[in-house]
T-cell receptor, first 115, second 115 residues
Framework: KNQVEQSPQSLIILEGKNCTLQCNYTVSPFSNLRWYKQDTGRGPVSLTIMTFSENTKSNGRYTATLDADTKQSSLHITASQLSDSASYICVVSAGISGGYQKVTFGTGTKLQVIP | SQTIHQWPATLVQPVGSPLSLECTVEGTSNPNLYWYRQAAGRGLQLLFYSVGIGQISSEVPQNLSASRPQDRQFILSSKKLLLSDSGFYLC??????????????FGPGTRLTVL
C-alpha cells in the first residue's frame, strides 16, 4: 500500500529561524515527489518537484532534498517569515502509464511562524 | 496563462439536500481534472478524476458523483448530503501531456458544511 508520512505534525518557530520538515514514503514505482504549500482555506500551491535522479531542488528560501534509496525527503526553510505559516504537504506519484498517475498525499505539517 | 475557478467558496447545506460544486479551467485544453476532499486534520483524498469529456473515474465509493459536460468544466454533485460530506473540496487540473514531472494545479477550494 502506498503511503506518505510527514513529521512533525505541527511546528512553531520564531521568525528568522530555519526549520526542516520530513517526509517518508513507501510508493512504488516512484515517479516524482512534490512539496506543496497550503495557506489556511486555500488550495495547495506547488513549491518543488523532484524526480528519481534529482536529490535537491531549491525555490527561493525553500530547499527540498530527496534520498530515493531511503525513500525520504525533507523541506528546509531558511530565514523563516511570518508568511511561511501554512501547511506543507508532501506528495508522491507512482509511475503508472496512461492518463493518470497514482498520487499519494501526506497529511501535512502545519507550520506556524511567530514574531 | 491558465487559471482554475471554483464556486461557491463556502456553502452550508442541511443533511439530505442536494449539492452541486463547479470547477472551470481557463487557458488550457484537454486537461486532466480532479476532485479532492480534505477533511479537518486529514490529508487530501482523491474522489474523482477525468481524462476527457464524459470520462469519469471514481476512486472511492460514496454518495457523490462527478460529471464533465465540457472540456474545461468539472462538476461534483450529490442527491442527498450526509454529515460526513462536510469538508474542503478542491478541484485540480494537470496538463494532458505532462510527462513524469507533472504538477497538479489546485483551485481555491469550496468549504462545505453539512448541518
Amino acid at each position: 500500500k502506498n503511503q506518505v508520512e510527514q513529521s512533525p505534525q505541527s511546528l512553531i518557530i520564531l521568525e528568522g529561524k530555519n526549520c526542516t520538515l520530513q517526509c517518508n514514503y513507501t510508493v512504488s514505482p516512484f515517479s516524482n515527489l512534490r512539496w506543496y504549500k497550503q495557506d489556511t482555506g486555500r488550495g495547495p500551491v506547488s513549491l518543488t518537484i523532484m524526480t528519481f535522479s534529482e536529490n535537491t531542488k531549491s525555490n527561493g528560501r525553500y530547499t527540498a532534498t530527496l534520498d530515493a534509496d531511503t525513500k525520504q525527503s525533507s523541506l528546509h526553510i531558511t530565514a523563516s517569515q511570518l508568511s511561511d505559516s501554512a501547511s506543507y504537504i508532501c506528495v508522491v506519484s507512482a509511475g503508472i502509464s496512461g492518463g493518470y498517475q497514482k498520487v499519494t498525499f501526506g497529511t501535512g505539517t502545519k507550520l506556524q511562524v511567530i514574531p | 496563462s491558465q487559471t482554475i475557478h471554483q464556486w461557491p467558496a463556502t456553502l452550508v447545506q442541511p443533511v439530505g439536500s442536494p449539492l452541486s460544486l463547479e470547477c472551470t479551467v481557463e487557458g488550457t485544453s484537454n486537461p486532466n481534472l480532479y476532485w479532492y476532499r480534505q477533511a479537518a486534520g486529514r490529508g487530501l483524498q482523491l474522489l474523482f478524476y477525468s481524462v476527457g469529456i464524459g470520462q469519469i473515474s471514481s476512486e472511492v465509493p460514496q454518495n457523490l458523483s462527478a460529471s464533465r459536460p465540457q472540456d474545461r468544466q468539472f462538476i461534483l454533485s450529490s442527491k442527498k448530503l450526509l454529515l460526513s460530506d462536510s469538508g474542503f473540496y478542491l478541484c485540480a487540473w494537470r496538463p494532458l501531456l505532462a510527462g513524469n514531472t507533472d504538477t497538479q494545479y489546485f483551485g481555491p477550494g469550496t468549504r462545505l458544511t453539512v448541518l
